[in-house]
């Protein structure tokens, strides 16, 4: 069956930088586009990222837009997500997951905690 | 952005009992293709969201039949037939018509 597995997560002060990573396998992930979706604690889901299955093609939430970057590797199954200038709403846990068609997203990590505090 | 609001927030239901829970769209969801990209997801506690149903009523393999999705243009529905301890959890629907993607707020299920 289809494994995304998230890293990269932890405490870093506000202002700070982390670069998230999920790992693919089971699948070809190179047809596929990926998404970031996180939860901030107790909350519901926000949709963070996509990106195309190239790479050339992205799409932001506002709210991250000029300080998260999605980026691919497919020679090594991964999606990452750089995050700059973070804030104290970031914290959250980050999902990956892999959109099977336009508009939604059919398999799910089990998601990374990123808490910005000082 | 496009919001999607669900009701109730809150859902206590009799074990075996049927649940419906509603959500509406500030905008129609309806593509050029005449496709309604409109998911429900599940979140068990502690779990990662899984997903039930996508384009309004096709449900996921392995989701069981107890679950049905409907709905068209800016009202939908995601009813529980008769609902089982499992079902406990938040639902959420999730636009993917436009851009941005956007979630309700969810629904908490829970047993009377």
Redesign the interface.
């Known amino acids: 069956e289809v494994q995304l597995v998230e890293s990269g997560g932890g405490l870093v002060q506000p202002g700070g930088s982390l670069r998230l990573s999920c790992e693919a396998s089971k699948f070809t992930f190179s047809r596929y586009w990926m998404s970031w979706?996180r939860q901030a604690p107790g909350m519901?889901?926000?949709?963070v990222a996509?990106i195309n299955t190239d790479g050339r093609e992205t799409?932001?939430?506002?709210s991250v837009k000029g300080r998260f970057t999605v980026s691919r590797d497919n020679a090594k199954n991964a999606l990452y997500l750089q995050m700059n200038s973070l804030r104290v709403e970031d914290t959250a846990v980050y999902?990956c997951g892999r959109?099977d068609?336009?508009?939604?997203?059919?398999y799910?990590?089990?998601?990374t905690l990123v808490t910005v505090s000082s | 952005d496009v919001v999607m609001t669900q009701s109730p927030l809150s859902l206590p239901v009799t074990l075996g009992q049927p649940a419906s829970i509603s959500c509406r769209s500030s905008e129609s969801l309806v593509r050029s293709d005449g496709n309604s990209l409109l998911n429900w997801f599940q979140q068990r506690p502690g779990q990662s969201p899984r997903r039930l149903i996508y384009k309004v009523s096709n449900r996921d393999s392995g989701v069981p039949d107890r679950f049905s999705g409907s709905g068209s243009g800016t009202d939908f529905t995601l009813k529980i037939s008769r609902v089982e301890a499992e079902d406990v959890g938040v639902y959420y629907c999730m636009q993917g018509t436009h851009w941005p993607w956007t979630f309700g707020q969810g629904t908490k299920v829970e047993i009377k």
Request: glycine share 18%; aromatic share 22%.
């Open positions: 979706v519901g889901l926000e949709w996509n799409y932001y939430v506002d999902y959109p068609a336009p508009g939604t997203v059919d799910w990590g089990q998601g």
